[in-house]
């Protein structure tokens, strides 16, 4: 199976703008989750879909938003992006169960000048 | 905010020697998961442990879980260059597939 695939890998913005990260998951998973890592902050939860709805929310402002699509791809979009909005932006896939391993993409690094 | 804390921060060792590298979490778990991250690429994972479990076993990696002590410790034998890394825990509750990750320790394995 292939894995999880990101696009685009490497993204350069200026403050102000908006960008919309895509991820495919793992054929037949179901359950797509977005996390942000930062050398501050480390890794932190975003949000995550499943079946097109969004089923967990992390404590992240109203810019950051997400959707997924009936194929279970998904894309996440961060309006009016800040400096502090670079970072390493992951998402993971999984079947969906709570005890499934969730499988991560390469990540795409997104800088904000 | 991370459920988590790793210790050590940072461990250098020489190839052939043992890493070990411990996690702590604050609130009940379903499962505990370890992954390893190369220089800010994606987490690869290595091995999942159910919260009734005690120890599982991976090729060289040995995990174990004590959720009296919300403890979890990643073993790596004889370690190899190749496993010069950032090593995570990340911890999963009653919320579904929200991954809470410890910050992570920086293992150097030296040829």
Redesign the interface.
């Known amino acids: 199976k292939a894995g ?1 695939t990101q696009t685009p890998r490497y993204l350069i913005k200026t403050r102000g703008q908006q960008v919309t990260l895509s991820c495919s998951p793992i054929s037949g998973h179901r ?1 797509v ?1 977005w ?1 942000q890592q930062t050398p501050g902050q ?4 975003l949000f ?1 879909y ?1 079946s097109e709805t969004q ?2 929310k ?2 992240f402002p109203g810019r950051f938003s997400g959707r997924q699509f009936s194929n279970s791809r998904s894309e996440m979009n961060v309006s009016t992006l800040e400096l502090g909005d670079s970072a ?1 932006y ?1 998402c ?1 896939s ?1 079947s ?1 169960t ?10 795409t ?1 997104l800088t904000v000048l | ?2 459920q988590g804390e790793e210790d050590p921060q940072a461990l250098s060792i020489q190839e052939g020697e043992n890493a070990t590298m411990n996690c702590s979490y604050k609130t009940s778990i ?2 505990l ?1 370890w ?1 390893r991250q190369n220089s ?6 290595l091995i ?1 442990i ?1 919260s009734n479990e005690r120890e599982k076993h991976s090729g060289r990696l040995r995990v174990t879980l004590d959720t009296s002590k919300k403890s979890s410790s990643l073993l790596i034998t004889a370690s190899r260059a190749a496993d010069t890394a950032s090593y ?1 825990c ?1 911890t ?1 509750g ?11 320790t920086r293992v150097l394995v030296k040829p």
């Open positions: 999880v359950s989750s996390y480390g890794l932190q939860f995550e499943f089923r967990n992390g404590n390493l992951l993971a999984s969906g709570n005890l499934d391993t969730q499988y991560f993409g390469p990540g690094r | 905010s991370q379903n499962n998961q992954y800010g690429r994606g987490l690869v994972h999942l159910r995570f990340a999963d009653a919320a579904g597939n929200k991954l809470t990750f410890g910050g992570g």
